[in-house]
Nanobody, 122 residues
Framework: QVQLVESGGGLVQAGGSLRLSCAAS????????MGWFRQAPGKEREFVAR????????NYADSVKGRFTVSRDNAKNTVYLQMNNLRPEDTAVYYC???????????????WGQGTQVTVSS
Protein backbone atom coordinates (compact mmCIF):
# COMPACT_ATOMS: atom_id res chain seq x y z
CA GLN A 1 0.00 0.00 0.00
CA VAL A 2 1.43 3.34 -1.07
CA GLN A 3 1.65 5.99 1.62
CA LEU A 4 3.01 9.52 1.74
CA VAL A 5 3.54 10.84 5.27
CA GLU A 6 4.40 14.47 5.90
CA SER A 7 6.16 15.86 8.96
CA GLY A 8 7.85 19.04 10.09
CA GLY A 9 4.95 21.44 10.24
CA GLY A 10 4.40 23.79 13.15
CA LEU A 11 4.11 27.36 14.35
CA VAL A 12 6.78 29.87 13.36
CA GLN A 13 7.11 33.65 13.39
CA ALA A 14 7.20 35.64 10.19
CA GLY A 15 10.69 35.59 8.73
CA GLY A 16 11.42 32.20 10.21
CA SER A 17 12.09 28.84 8.56
CA LEU A 18 10.70 25.33 8.55
CA ARG A 19 11.64 22.15 6.71
CA LEU A 20 8.91 19.75 5.74
CA SER A 21 9.60 16.10 5.00
CA CYS A 22 7.52 13.57 3.11
CA ALA A 23 8.39 9.90 3.50
CA ALA A 24 7.02 7.57 0.84
CA SER A 25 6.43 3.88 1.39
CA UNK A 26 4.87 0.97 -0.42
CA UNK A 27 7.19 1.14 -3.43
CA UNK A 28 10.17 3.11 -4.63
CA UNK A 29 9.42 6.61 -5.91
CA UNK A 30 12.78 7.35 -7.50
CA UNK A 31 11.16 7.41 -10.94
CA UNK A 32 8.25 9.60 -9.88
CA UNK A 33 7.93 13.33 -9.75
CA MET A 34 7.06 14.52 -6.27
CA GLY A 35 5.85 17.83 -5.01
CA TRP A 36 4.04 19.99 -2.53
CA PHE A 37 0.67 21.68 -2.50
CA ARG A 38 -1.04 23.78 0.16
CA GLN A 39 -4.52 24.76 1.19
CA ALA A 40 -5.28 27.81 3.29
CA PRO A 41 -8.57 28.19 5.17
CA GLY A 42 -11.37 29.07 2.79
CA LYS A 43 -9.19 28.69 -0.28
CA GLU A 44 -8.63 26.03 -2.89
CA ARG A 45 -5.62 23.76 -2.78
CA GLU A 46 -2.74 25.24 -4.78
CA PHE A 47 0.52 24.05 -6.25
CA VAL A 48 3.71 25.03 -4.40
CA ALA A 49 6.68 23.11 -5.82
CA ARG A 50 7.68 19.93 -7.67
CA UNK A 51 10.82 17.97 -8.41
CA UNK A 52 11.60 15.37 -11.04
CA UNK A 53 12.49 11.78 -10.19
CA UNK A 54 16.21 12.39 -10.65
CA UNK A 55 16.05 15.69 -8.80
CA UNK A 56 17.53 17.55 -11.76
CA UNK A 57 14.43 19.61 -12.51
CA UNK A 58 12.38 21.73 -10.15
CA ASN A 59 9.50 24.14 -10.53
CA TYR A 60 7.89 26.61 -8.12
CA ALA A 61 4.81 28.74 -7.77
CA ASP A 62 5.64 32.42 -8.22
CA SER A 63 4.54 33.15 -4.65
CA VAL A 64 7.34 31.00 -3.16
CA LYS A 65 10.19 31.43 -5.66
CA GLY A 66 13.40 32.45 -3.98
CA ARG A 67 12.08 31.46 -0.53
CA PHE A 68 11.24 27.74 -0.81
CA THR A 69 13.47 24.92 -2.03
CA VAL A 70 12.30 21.41 -2.91
CA SER A 71 14.77 18.52 -2.79
CA ARG A 72 14.74 14.75 -2.51
CA ASP A 73 16.77 11.83 -1.24
CA ASN A 74 15.88 8.79 -3.33
CA ALA A 75 17.86 6.47 -1.07
CA LYS A 76 15.41 7.42 1.69
CA ASN A 77 12.36 7.67 -0.56
CA THR A 78 11.86 11.14 0.90
CA VAL A 79 11.17 14.62 -0.48
CA TYR A 80 11.74 17.86 1.42
CA LEU A 81 10.50 21.42 1.32
CA GLN A 82 12.81 24.00 2.89
CA MET A 83 10.79 27.14 3.61
CA ASN A 84 12.65 30.33 4.45
CA ASN A 85 11.49 33.89 5.09
CA LEU A 86 8.02 32.64 5.90
CA ARG A 87 5.08 35.03 5.69
CA PRO A 88 1.65 34.93 7.37
CA GLU A 89 0.13 34.23 3.95
CA ASP A 90 2.10 30.96 3.83
CA THR A 91 -0.16 29.62 6.60
CA ALA A 92 -1.85 26.50 5.26
CA VAL A 93 -2.01 22.74 5.39
CA TYR A 94 0.84 21.47 3.25
CA TYR A 95 0.38 18.26 1.27
CA CYS A 96 2.93 16.00 -0.35
CA UNK A 97 2.00 14.52 -3.72
CA UNK A 98 3.43 12.24 -6.39
CA UNK A 99 2.87 11.26 -10.01
CA UNK A 100 4.87 9.34 -12.60
CA UNK A 101 4.73 12.42 -14.84
CA UNK A 102 6.45 15.69 -13.87
CA UNK A 103 4.04 17.58 -16.11
CA UNK A 104 0.85 15.96 -14.83
CA UNK A 105 1.87 16.27 -11.17
CA UNK A 106 1.20 20.00 -11.18
CA UNK A 107 -2.51 19.53 -11.87
CA UNK A 108 -3.45 15.93 -11.11
CA UNK A 109 -1.32 14.09 -8.56
CA UNK A 110 -1.76 10.35 -8.34
CA UNK A 111 -0.91 10.07 -4.64
CA TRP A 112 -1.51 12.45 -1.73
CA GLY A 113 -0.31 12.64 1.82
CA GLN A 114 -2.57 13.57 4.73
CA GLY A 115 -1.07 17.01 5.20
CA THR A 116 0.82 18.93 7.86
CA GLN A 117 -0.18 22.30 9.31
CA VAL A 118 2.11 25.29 8.91
CA THR A 119 1.15 28.45 10.81
CA VAL A 120 3.10 31.68 10.42
CA SER A 121 2.41 34.38 12.98
CA SER A 122 2.97 38.07 12.28
Amino acid sequence: QVQLVESGGGLVQAGGSLRLSCAASGRTFSGDAMGWFRQAPGKEREFVARISGSGSTTNYADSVKGRFTVSRDNAKNTVYLQMNNLRPEDTAVYYCAAHRSFLVLRTTPEYWGQGTQVTVSS
